[in-house]
T-cell receptor
């Protein structure tokens, strides 16, 4: 089955800095890569996603890049703000049947004001 | 309506109790999921119903029993749970495969 590695497990930055979280996946058939943000005590919420026919996607301060050859994808947050502090999970999905994403272990992002 | 709702928000139960968690969505999604999540860990898939057909994670103990009365409702029946089953239980739905999942707010379960 699919295996997703996520690094780092903890990331501490100063407000205004950029943050980068990286994930690698094992199954070259994976074709959908969502990123979820989970604030303390709340539900995971999709913040951005990318499909395998696209190399990069951007939404305001958030961007995701995908390298299919190397089987890795990254989340980039620019101009970080304290409200960006949360746990971020990447995921990869192999097509076919039910949508069952494989999650990374998560990155705890702390943005210091 | 673009939300997944879950009840109850919090549940405390003893190891001999029987209780049920409920989940509902009105987005016309045909796939619904139960996840278990421990603090600062990723959600772990327990069950998925896709077009009302159940797929099971073989590692889930039989004290958890899912039910899908219709395409909008999903229940999780709990019986004879253990303290290690204490966790946040998340329900999610998606339109079909290849689509994002929408998560409910979760039920915080404590087993005494």
């Amino acid at each position: 089955g699919e295996n997703v590695e996520q690094h780092p497990s903890t990331l501490s930055v100063q407000e205004g800095d950029s943050a980068v979280i990286k994930c690698t996946y094992s199954d070259s058939a994976s074709n959908y890569f969502p990123w979820y943000k989970q604030e303390l005590g709340k539900r995971p919420q999709l913040i951005i996603d990318i499909r395998s026919n696209v190399g990069e996607k951007k939404d305001q301060r958030i961007a995701v890049t995908l390298n299919k050859t190397a089987k890795h994808f990254s989340l980039h947050i620019t101009e970080t703000q304290p409200e960006d502090s949360a746990v971020y999970f990447c995921a990869a999905t192999v097509p076919g049947g039910s949508y069952i994403p494989t999650f990374g272990r998560g990155t705890s992002l702390i943005v210091h004001p | 309506d673009t939300e997944v709702t879950q009840t109850p928000k919090h549940l405390v139960m003893g190891m001999t109790n029987k209780k049920s968690l409920k989940c509902e969505q009105h987005m016309g999604h045909r796939a619904m999921y139960w996840y278990k999540q421990k603090a600062k860990k990723p959600p772990e898939l327990m069950f998925v119903y896709s077009y009302e057909k159940l797929s099971i994670n073989e590692s889930v103990p039989s004290r958890f029993s899912p039910e899908c009365p219709n395409s909008s409702l999903l229940n999780l029946h709990l019986h004879a749970l253990q303290p290690e089953d204490s966790a946040l239980y998340l329900c999610a739905s998606s339109h079909t495969s290849y689509n994002e999942q929408f998560f409910g707010p979760g039920t915080r379960l404590t087993v005494l």
